[in-house]
C-alpha cells in the first residue's frame, strides 16, 4: 500500500490506475470504515482511502483537538483489507491558504444534524468536493449510518454533474446492536452498556410503523421520553421519508418502505447518531 501526502504525488499514483474506487474517512478506523474498503474493492480496480481530520466541519465547542489520531493501527487495518493508496495529506496540503470559497448545501443541510450541528454539513461538502478532485474517483463508498451526510454529498455529486457512482454500505453493528463508530471510544464502562439502547428505540419506532401506526409524532416524542429517562440528552429522534429526508404525510399515505427513523443524542459527553429503515432495504439509501 502507498502513503501519499501530497496532491502532486496523488496525481502521479494515479495515473492509469483504471477504475478508481474511495473511502474518504476521518481515521480512528473501525470494522465499519474496512467494510467500506471490502465493498470498495468490488467496485475498483485501485482503491483508495483518505485519513484527513477535517476542522471545517467541527464546531468550536466540539472535539477536533481531542478526536483520535490512530494512523499506524489505521494503516495496518486498510492494508490487510488490500487498500492500494492511502491518501493522508497534512492539514496545510487540503488549506494552504484559509478556505473562503466553501461549498453551500441545500436546506436539508439546516435539519436534523445541520439544526444542532451548525455548519457542519458545508464543512464535509467543501472537504469532500475537495477530495473528490484530487482523487477523481469513478466510485466512492458512504456509509449509511450518516444517512444525511449520504444524501447531501449525493445531492452534491448530482448539481455540481461531477462523474461518481456513490454506493451505499449498510451500518455495522456490534452484536448488541450499536453502530459502530469512532467516537464510541469515548464512551465509559456504564455508557457502553447503556449504549445500544438508542438502536432499540428506533428500531421499535420503526416496528410500530410496520404493524400499521402513523401517528409519527406521537412515536417520535415517546421515544425522545423514553431515552431522557434513561439519562440521555436528545437531540431529536425522527420519522422521515427517504426521499430528501421530508416529514411523511400526515395522514400516513407514505408506504413504510420509503421511511426511515433517525436519532441523536448525548450519553454522558458522546453524541451519538443512528438510523434504521422501517422496512430494511440492503444496498438502498
Not at 46 to 63: H, K, M, Y
Not at 159 to 181: K, M
Not at 204 to 223: C, T
Amino acid at each position: 500500500m502507498d502513503i501519499i501526502r501530497t496532491a502532486a504525488e496523488l496525481a502521479q499514483r494515479l495515473e492509469g490506475a483504471g477504475r478508481v474506487a474511495f473511502v474518504p474517512t476521518m481515521g480512528n478506523l473501525h470494522e465499519g470504515h474496512l467494510k467500506l474498503c471490502r465493498i470498495a474493492r468490488e467496485h475498483g480496480d485501485t482503491v483508495v482511502a483518505s485519513i484527513f481530520v477535517n476542522r471545517l466541519q467541527f464546531g468550536p465547542n466540539e472535539d477536533f483537538d481531542r478526536y483520535p489520531r490512530t494512523f499506524d493501527a489505521d494503516r495496518a487495518g486498510l492494508e490487510r483489507q488490500g487498500v492500494d493508496v492511502l491518501f493522508a495529506p497534512l492539514d496545510q496540503e487540503m488549506y494552504p491558504t484559509p478556505q473562503v470559497y466553501r461549498v453551500q448545501p441545500p436546506p436539508l443541510a439546516d435539519d436534523l444534524e445541520g439544526a444542532f450541528r451548525i455548519g457542519f454539513f458545508g464543512g464535509v461538502c467543501t472537504v469532500v468536493l475537495k477530495l473528490f478532485n484530487l482523487v477523481q474517483p469513478d466510485v466512492a463508498v458512504f456509509g449509511k449510518k450518516d444517512r444525511q451526510q449520504l444524501k447531501i454529498v449525493r445531492g452534491m455529486i448530482q448539481q455540481f454533474n461531477l462523474p461518481i457512482d456513490i454506493v451505499p454500505a449498510e451500518t455495522v453493528r456490534a452484536d448488541d446492536g450499536l453502530a459502530l463508530a469512532s467516537r464510541n471510544g469515548y464512551l465509559s464502562p456504564d455508557e457502553r452498556q447503556e449504549a445500544p439502547n438508542l438502536y432499540r428505540v428506533l428500531r421499535e419506532i420503526a416496528d410500530s410503523i410496520v404493524g400499521g401506526r402513523a401517528d409519527y409524532s406521537n412515536l417520535e416524542s415517546a421515544g425522545r421520553a423514553e431515552l431522557a429517562a434513561r439519562g440521555w440528552k436528545v437531540d431529536y429522534v425522527a420519522v422521515r421519508h427517504g426521499l430528501a429526508l421530508r416529514i411523511p404525510h400526515p395522514e400516513g399515505y407514505d408506504h413504510p418502505n420509503l421511511l426511515i427513523v433517525l436519532g441523536a443524542a448525548m450519553l454522558g459527553t458522546t453524541r451519538l447518531i443512528d438510523n434504521v429503515d422501517v422496512v430494511k432495504q440492503d444496498g438502498k439509501d
